[in-house]
């Protein structure tokens, strides 16, 4: 009987995995692996709720939670990239300037609508970054505000003119076009990395070792992460 694993896996790395590796993987080791894409925020919710994946990739800092709570190995834990934040809009719009922290106030209090994540890191820490810049108000006032998934979407489709996530999250919508990463002093990196499960079944160690090969990194880098 083929061996099914259970992996829960935050958005950043759905290009890759989706594109490349779990059928690379699948293929070589004879192993079905069940996907779970979320937040890193809802993922730590649903493993708090009871669930035990056997492998977990989430922003780093939620492994300290789930170590404590008894849901990860924490000396199993491997980096496996970083992702930076970008800014995307719909192919017929124009490009805004982005290049400095000014530029970018200016870009996010023109559109029509900015769109942004309420429970992904970027959406978290977007939402910080517009209080500190002082335009929390202007831009909240007609934000298109997204529980969960890819903001692209919401330029795609014309309900915002820019949309705010994680480059490699953006680039899962081939149809928005991505107008660069934020600025620096306004720009913030988000390490991912994965960890097995307590009770993980001993194929994970697999799973695990192919997400942190040389060919995984070249797969996270080809979809918008940095490796180095």
């Not at 779990?22 to 692996?33: H, P, R, S, Y």
């Amino acid at each position: 009987m083929t061996t099914r694993l259970s992996l829960f896996s935050a958005l950043s790395v759905k290009k890759a995995l989706d594109e490349v590796l779990l059928d690379a993987f699948t293929k070589e080791q004879a192993v079905d692996v069940d996907v779970t894409f979320d937040p890193t925020t809802i993922l730590v919710k649903k493993i708090a709720e009871g669930a035990r994946p056997d492998v977990v990739i989430a922003v780093s800092e939620s492994f300290t939670e789930l170590a404590a709570s008894g849901a990860v190995t924490p000396e199993s834990r491997v980096v496996l990239a970083k992702s930076g934040i970008g800014i995307a809009t719909a192919p017929g719009l124009a490009s805004p300037d982005i290049t400095t922290v000014d530029a970018l106030r200016t870009a996010l209090t023109s559109a029509r609508s900015v769109a942004y994540s309420r429970s992904g890191a970027s959406g978290i820490y977007f939402a910080g970054l517009i209080r500190d810049l002082g335009i929390e108000a202007e831009v909240n006032a007609r934000a298109t505000v997204v529980e969960k998934g890819f903001t692209a979407l919401a330029v795609t489709d014309g309900r915002a003119d820019l949309a705010v996530q994680q480059i490699s999250e953006l680039k899962f919508v081939p149809q928005a076009r991505i107008i660069g990463p934020l600025p620096d002093g306004a720009q913030h990196y988000s390490e991912l990395s994965a960890a097995l499960g307590t009770s993980a079944a001993p194929e994970a160690a697999g799973l695990l070792r192919f997400l942190s090969d040389p060919e995984a990194k070249t797969a996270y880098r080809d979809a918008g992460l940095i490796t180095d």
